[in-house]
């Protein structure tokens, strides 16, 4: 589905939302559950792009269904794979992810299959990445967890749930109140869209942005 400025959001990918960004520089950003490249690059083929075209596959942050599928897709689009420096431990396997998250690759492997630890990835310099996209490092929901941002739209990854936009659940959070300031610092942007890990690519809106922003003052 096209959501906005050649901004794609995949259809039908289990796990967290894919977006293709296409353009003069196209990239996926986050992957989904492991098992998921086939209906990724498919919908890669039926738009009419040559997947070899892709300079990269971004990672929001290292959960795993952001990651899931980012190797496979890597050795079919032979592109590489980016994230802050501080989630490359943890999505390299160098590193075990804390709390319940330590479990969810065992979890959803009888469904999904084995997550496969990526051998390489590229840091993301904070600043810009390929052209006019800013890397915005927004710790809080994991600690190197990033947002791209493009004139108005923000590639949130779990650092806000879409529809009625929430801050990520506290139960699945690293630092709340990290979170919190890393969220302040994207509200603070003009938008015009957030697309999320989770939930409906939803236009921004003041009504929600308010009431955002009450609910992180209280
Ligand atoms: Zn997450």
Aim: glycine residues 10%.
């Amino acid at each position: 589905m096209l959501v906005t400025d050649g901004i794609h959001l995949i259809d039908g990918v289990k796990g967290a939302h894919v977006y293709l960004v296409t353009g003069s520089h196209s990239f996926l950003v986050d992957s989904g559950l492991p098992g998921q490249e086939d209906r990724i690059l498919k919908y890669i083929n039926n738009i009419g792009l040559d997947p070899a075209v892709l300079e990269g596959i971004i990672l929001t942050h290292y959960d795993v269904d952001h990651v899931g599928s980012a190797v496979k897709l890597q050795n079919l689009a032979h592109c590489p794979i980016y994230a802050h420096r501080l989630e490359i431990p943890y999505i390299m396997g160098q590193q075990k992810r804390p709390g319940i998250k330590r479990w969810l690759p065992l979890l959803t492997r009888p469904l999904y299959g084995a997550l496969i630890p990526a051998k390489e990835i590229k840091p993301l310099e904070e600043g810009k990445v390929f052209e006019d996209w800013e890397v915005i490092p927004t710790p809080g929901h994991t600690p190197g967890h990033i947002v791209l941002y493009r004139n108005g739209v923000a590639i949130v990854g779990d650092l806000f749930q879409g529809g009625e936009i929430r801050l990520a659940p506290n139960y699945f959070s690293w630092d709340l109140e990290i979170l919190r300031k890393s969220a302040q610092i994207v509200i603070e942007r003009p938008l015009r869209w957030i697309l999320p890990g989770h939930g409906p690519a939803t236009p921004a809106s003041n009504h929600w942005l308010d009431k955002l922003q009450k609910s992180m003052n209280g």
